[in-house]
């Protein structure tokens, strides 16, 4: 079954830390890997999307990076700030089959930036 | 281009009545996916459309739930009749293309959701 894992589900910092959030994906055999930003009670905004021939992809204080032999995404926050408070997604787009063109998501990650 | 617009954004109902949620995609997009959101279940995919086909409704829970894009700039997604566990925010999203290459393609690209709470 091709699923998405997120760790940690949650996580608290203070701010100015850097922080690593992890995504691992059972298949390797995607097209693209997306991470995504989610405040409660709004839709999902798309932060950064890796191909599958990259390794990674940076917008900002924004890094994330892709292995996909492993089966793992890593996103990387420099100096958090209170405002990166929110739940972040990643999302698989798996290649072959029915699964062509759709996204499996992960659980999410919770973060907190304390100020 | 004001995004993907979702209407109703919040709707409650009870059990037994229909329901129907609304989505307008981003023009130029040729896919359309639609999403629901719990707390238990986290984002399912229901169902996605290619070029206003259906291409994978395999996440739609049962028949009670239908979906329909009749042109590009317009989807339904209908309930019928609903249950206090179709309670969920439902959410549209569109992309340009589902290949896996291209820059800038294959962002999706999300509304704001429907709440739909069925007492």
């Known amino acids: 079954k091709q699923e998405v894992t997120q760790i940690p589900a949650a996580l608290s910092v203070p701010e100015g830390e850097n922080l690593v959030l992890n995504c691992s994906f059972t298949d390797s055999a995607i097209y693209n890997l997306q991470w995504f930003r989610q405040d409660p009670g709004k839709g999902l905004t798309s932060l950064l999307l890796?191909?599958?021939?990259?390794r990674e992809q940076t917008s900002g204080r924004l890094n994330a990076s892709l292995d996909k032999s492993s089966g793992r995404s890593t996103l990387y926050i420099a100096a958090s700030q209170p405002g990166d408070s929110a739940t972040y997604l990643c999302?698989?787009?798996?290649?072959?089959?029915?699964?062509?063109?759709?996204?499996?998501f992960g659980q999410g990650t919770i973060l907190t930036v304390h100020p | 281009d004001a995004g993907v617009i979702q209407s109703p954004r919040h709707e409650v109902t009870e059990m037994g009545q229909e329901v129907t949620l609304r989505c307008k995609p981003i023009?130029?997009?040729?896919?359309l996916f639609w999403y629901r959101q719990t707390m238990m279940r986290g984002l399912e995919l229901l169902i996605y459309?290619?070029?206003?086909?259906?291409?994978?409704d395999s996440g739609m829970p049962e028949d009670r739930f239908s979906a329909k894009m009749p042109n590009a700039s317009f989807s339904t997604l209908k309930i019928q009749p609903s249950e206090p566990r179709d309670s969920a925010v439902y959410f549209c999203?569109?992309?340009?293309?589902?290949?896996?290459?291209?820059?800038?393609?294959?962002?999706?690209?999300f509304g704001a959701g429907s709440r739909l709470t069925v007492l």
């Open positions: 999302a698989v787009r798996y290649a072959g089959g029915t699964s062509y063109g759709k996204l499996t």
């Open positions: 023009s130029g997009h040729n896919s």
């Open positions: 999203a569109s992309s340009l293309g589902t290949s896996g290459s291209g820059s800038g393609a294959n962002v999706l690209t």
């Open positions: 459309f290619n070029n206003n086909v259906p291409i994978d």
């Open positions: 890796i191909q599958s021939s990259q």
